[in-house]
């Protein structure tokens, strides 16, 4: 019997449009109904996962958002948040200023903001990208997972350009960086050389890494979500598309990775299902007998 349901967003749950299709989340909701659990497990903080938890009524139901990949858990229904860990400017002021002189855009995220830093190619870059698409003059200049420009303020208002490190003057609950894909592995390999034995390094999409504080990750906040309610391994589906959903696909007995997923990515899945933007969750659920 399935007790509980945990999945990313990006790549995931949502389509390329940031969505969730409409009959997927009806059949979630019906799922709720029946007393499975909804859990949201991604990069992003509260802030930015809420709009959508409400979206599939888990303030009605018993569920869970799974933030900033395992640093945080909030009972949506509780309303109550667990913080398991944040990282003090001086936790990561080796690690970033090693970044700030590399070719890529660099955010240390806290709860409702960012620090942001990109160099005078990637300004200029953006320059021309905001001519083009002809963008007003308040748009972001930050990057997303997806493009060098993304509008983030619905989740990170309190965005800060930074100059030096030694703006970042608060506590910080990740690192991302953006990169185009081919450049972004060569530093991915350059950080887990130099820095896998201070923090974790996850690459979430092709073009965006996370860095986290050593020991955490999805898979272990998931574990202690499973242990807290009594869940077994053959109780929980998960579901995900990047590097950092691996760690929930070794908790549970029946993992999907999604079809636009990379190779190795879908090698530690113990299923693979249709893409995002065809429906994967709902094809999985209707193959499994959960949904129509």
Excluded at 210 to 225: V, W
Excluded at 230 to 257: H, M, P
Aim: glycine share 6%; net charge negative; aromatic share 10%.
């Amino acid at each position: 019997m399935i007790k509980a349901i945990v999945m990313d967003m990006d790549g995931t749950l949502l389509d390329s449009n940031n969505k969730i299709l409409p009959e997927t989340k009806k059949a979630l909701i019906d799922l709720e109904k029946k007393g499975v659990s909804l859990i949201l497990a991604s990069g992003r903080s509260y802030t930015r996962l809420l709009p959508y938890a409400k979206e599939l009524e888990m303030d009605k139901y018993h569920g869970y958002l799974l933030e900033v990949d395992g640093i945080a858990i909030y009972d949506v229904h509780e309303n109550k948040r667990s913080v398991l860990k944040r990282m003090e400017p001086q936790e990561i002021e080796e690690v970033f200023t090693y970044l700030m002189g590399l070719d890529c855009e660099s955010m240390a995220c806290f709860d409702d903001g960012l620090f942001d830093y990109f160099n005078e190619d990637i300004y200029q870059l953006k320059v021309q990208l905001r001519k083009e698409m002809n963008l007003p003059d308040d748009y972001p200049w930050t990057a997303g997972p997806w493009a060098w420009l993304a509008d983030m303020r619905d989740g990170y208002p309190k965005i800060s350009y930074i100059k030096t490190f030694d703006e970042i003057n608060r506590l910080v609950n990740k690192i991302q960086l953006m990169q185009d894909e081919d450049k972004l592995a060569i530093i991915y390999a350059d950080l887990l050389d130099k820095f896998s034995n201070q923090f974790e390094i996850f690459r979430t999409c092709p073009r965006q890494l996370e860095i986290l504080p050593k020991g955490f990750s999805k898979g272990k906040t998931l574990e202690r979500i499973m242990k807290q309610n009594g869940w077994q391994k053959d109780e929980v589906l998960a579901f995900g598309d990047g590097e950092n959903d691996v760690s929930l696909f070794e908790v549970v007995d029946n993992s999907y990775a999604m079809g636009q997923a990379k190779d190795y990515v879908k090698e530690k899945a113990a299923f693979v299902t249709k893409s995002n933007n065809e429906q994967g969750i709902l094809e999985a659920l209707k193959q499994l007998g959960l949904a129509n």
